[in-house]
């Protein structure tokens, strides 16, 4: 019977090549779809982008919700409101990965990663503790809360060096976004 860390990898690779699918179907087909795909997300975009980022933010992964708010200039949808949704569904992904970490603990993080990946972020913890989840809350690196519940990372810490990092980074691309594109 597969594993959970092999469902999770399943998924993971379907959802990156579904992505890496999209974006060379659309380099391909960019005139006929650019009218479409803009009338779509402008009617179901803030929704979407709302669950994408939940997503992005809960389930371990490469990619992170930045990637959402390079896209807003792409659409034409109004970077305030992709910002706005984008943090709202980041903050909340972010707190039921963390949750989930600390009530199913450190044996159900190591269903999900190999022993490798999870040794090497314990070890960065325990040298570098909440300082780590501060570098990592503000790059668009791999940010995995799940983890970090499951260490038993205190709330408070969590959300100081954590959350309110993870939204300000958020805003720091929006500004980049905004300032370049």
Known sequence: MPSLRF???????LFLILIAASFIFSAFFYQNLESQVVMKLQTYGVLAFFLISLVLEFVPQYISPHIIIFS???????????????????????SLGFAVGRLYGLHFAASLFSTKTLTKII???NEHGRWYVLIAALSPLPFIPL????L??????????GLIPRMLGLCVIAGIVKWFL
Request: aromatic share 20%; net charge positive.
């Open 7 to 13: 469902f999770v990898r399943a998924i993971s690779i």
């Open 72 to 94: 807003s200039p792409l659409f034409n949808i109004n970077l305030f409101v992709v910002l706005l949704v984008t943090l709202i569904g980041s903050a909340l992904g972010s």
């Open 123 to 125: 070890h960065a913890m």
């Open 152 to 161: 038993h990372f205190s709330r408070r810490n969590f959300f100081w060096f």
């Open 147 to 150: 983890i970090f519940g499951a």
